[in-house]
């Protein structure tokens, strides 16, 4: 019955239709569209989040760390994390008659920091040097091969594997030597590498507290936390679209509304005959939420498909990964976006169905 | 009019006032009318515009409540029943026919006819409606909608929706308001050959020609009823009991 009566007026209930289906297709499409943004951009600083990198800070004249700095640190550190120092320089790494600029790292605990990519990181470097492998590539070297730098010959052990992660020790330029290859090496950072985001913003939160009570003696650099910021400003970003997409189903829920309501008052003798001829009120009342029920039901299955399109258009049009895309987390917004619609087009077909069948038989025949 | 006095009456109003509050002051739409129909009776009920005649049709076919005294219905109080009982009451008792005939449009003369039946389960809806489409001479309309209908055709398919749930007694109101003359007779011709099965039918009329088929005409003047033996001279069809 109420489909006969939606039929009857495909026009009008088209339009209503097409309300819930350009809201649902905002909330939903939106909705994805942000999670995606958040997915891909969380997907990029990946573990970076649990590094904490800690130098002397140069602003205020400290040029090297103290051995109480460092004895902070390592507390800060413990049960928390590994804290590796770092002796760093920049140097020409000279192979087969090429030549290549590299990030030194003086390490003996490369195997906390570094993934190898063929070879093997020792445990404790003592000699040799471990190469990144943009550095490999331009001097196509491997494992085994010579490198000179700075004048010193050194054996390859391992060739560093391309972090994933945006860290502050990149090790695609780097080469990795033991720290008494420095001519000074002092630490000029420290990193420890934290179990966890918590862990590393605890560390940092406990170094900055103890060294710098006095002055700003070192800069910690705490990833996590900026990364929980972005984190944050995404989800942040992501309600404020949906809640754009909400204005447009709410804005869909008057189409409907109006809709209803110029239908029922077009239809007000024929619900007075209904009534007339014993047609209960309940039934009356029925048949008008079915059809608003419906039109949400219609507009947010074909708002569901089109923003299954749009978002395919996104995976094939960007170069997010499907993982990314498809991802589970992304099937929420659907639903919300689907009940959303049928709800606003229930909710607001229920007035006007309400006063239609409440309308007193006499005064609906009375035209 | 022995035929009525034998019978119990399908509808009956005893004492029935009905009061509008019309801006201010009451209006008294129906003063004190008893008035019943019997099984296969044809009154008209004519009477000038304002009179209260619409009044006393929705009264007696229970979509109005009177403010005070009784509408019976096959024997039962109407005023004291609830508004769900006295839909049902309509649904079981009482057929209406309309001026404007109110045919809903996209839906086929058949349609229309089993409308009433829609929302109960009634397997045999269709074939009643079938069979009373046959009746009133529109076998061959069975699939047209209202707009591929001439009036007369309409009104006959509103009488056929009417008589669909089997009722007591069919009320219209101006049923041949909106017909040329011969188009209402044959429509009048439908509702003398409803009566002859036993059905009772009170028409609301301005229409003198309505009278002419009446068993009796009443006039209701203020609100107040009286036989109006001008007209209700008419008695020369017999009526035959059910």
């Known amino acids: 019955m109420a489909l006969r009566n939606l039929n009857r007026n495909r026009t009008r209930s088209v339009l209503a239709a097409l309300g819930i289906v350009i809201g649902v297709l905002a909330i939903a499409t939106l909705g994805v569209f942000g999670n995606v943004l958040q997915l891909a951009a969380t997907n990029s600083f990946g573990e970076v989040g649990s590094q904490v990198v800690v130098s002397p800070n140069d ?43 590299a990030q030194l790292y003086g390490t003996n605990q490369p195997g906390v920091l570094f993934t190898a990519e ?65 001519a000074d090496s002092d630490p000029s950072q420290v990193v420890i590498e934290a179990n966890s985001r918590e ?55 008057v189409a409907i509304f109006n809709v209803m309501l110029m239908s029922t008052s077009e239809r007000r003798g024929e619900i007075g005959v209904l009534r007339a001829v014993g047609v209960q009120k309940r039934d009356v009342l029925r048949t008008l939420v079915v059809e608003a029920g419906l039109l949400g039901v219609a507009g947010g299955v074909v708002g569901l498909l089109l923003s299954l399109v749009a978002v ?17 987390s992304n099937l929420p917004f659907f639903a919300l976006a689907f009940v959303f619609g049928v709800v606003v087009a229930l909710a607001s077909g229920l007035y006007p169905a309400w006063k239609a069948a409440n309308l007193h038989p006499v005064e609906a025949l009375r035209g | 009019m022995s035929t009525r006095e034998r019978t119990r009456p399908s509808l009956e109003l005893r ?15 129906l003063a004190d009318v008893d008035f019943s129909v019997a099984p296969g009776e044809f009154v008209a009920v004519v009477g000038p515009s304002g009179s209260g005649k619409s009044t006393m049709l929705n009264t007696l076919g229970l979509l109005d409540v009177p403010t005070s005294g009784t509408v019976r219905v096959a024997g039962r109080d ?91 007694v069919v009320l219209a109101d101006e049923p041949t308001g909106n017909l040329d003359r011969d188009t209402g007779e044959q429509v009048l011709g439908e509702f003398a050959q409803v009566t002859e099965r036993g059905v009772g039918l009170v ?27 001008g007209e209700a001279a008419n008695l020369s069809r017999e009526v035959e009991p059910p």
């Open chain 1, 59 to 101: 602003d205020v004249g400290v040029e090297s760390f103290s051995e109480r700095d460092l004895q902070v640190i390592r507390r800060a550190a413990e049960g928390r994390g590994e804290v590796v120092p770092l002796a760093t320089g920049g140097g020409l790494v000279r192979a087969n008659d090429e030549s290549s600029a």
């Open chain 1, 199 to 253: 862990a590393a913003s605890a560390a940092a939160g406990e170094i900055r507290a103890t060294a710098n009570a006095r002055g700003q003696r070192l800069s910690v650099l705490e990833l996590s936390s900026i990364v929980d910021r972005i984190a944050e400003f995404f989800s942040l970003l992501n309600s404020f679209l949906i809640a754009l997409a909400g204005i447009s189903l709410v804005v869909a829920g």
């Open chain 1, 312 to 328: 395919y258009a996104l995976y094939v049009l960007s170069p997010l990964a499907l993982s990314v895309v498809a991802n589970p």
């Open chain 2, 203 to 229: 028409a609301v009329t301005h229409d003198p020609q309505v009278a002419e088929f009446a068993d009796r005409t009443v006039r209701i003047v203020d609100g107040r009823l009286t036989e109006a033996s």
């Open chain 2, 15 to 29: 004492n029935t006032v009905k009061e509008y509050d019309g801006g201010g002051e009451t209006v008294r739409a």
């Open chain 1, 118 to 182: 063929s070879g093997e990181i020792p445990r404790q470097l003592r000699g040799g040097v471990l190469v990144g492998t943009q550095v490999a590539d331009r001097l196509d070297i491997g494992v085994g091969s010579a490198v000179e730098i700075d004048g010193n010959r050194y054996r390859i052990v391992a060739i560093l594997a391309e972090g994933e992660d945006i860290s502050p020790v990149t090790p695609g330029r780097a080469v990795v030597l033991p720290p008494d290859e420095f």
């Open chain 2, 78 to 168: 109407a005023t004291t029943m609830t508004d769900p009982e006295r839909t049902r009451a309509r649904r079981e008792y009482v057929g209406f026919v309309f001026q404007q005939f109110y045919l809903i449009g996209n839906l086929t003369a058949l349609e229309n006819v089993t409308l009433p039946t829609v929302y109960h389960d009634d397997p045999d809806a269709e074939e009643r409606a079938r069979t009373l489409l046959d009746r009133v001479g529109l076998g061959d309309r069975h699939d047209h909608t209202p707009d591929e209908l001439s009036g007369g055709q309409k009104q006959r398919v509103a009488i056929a929706r009417a008589l669909v749930n089997g009722p007591d």
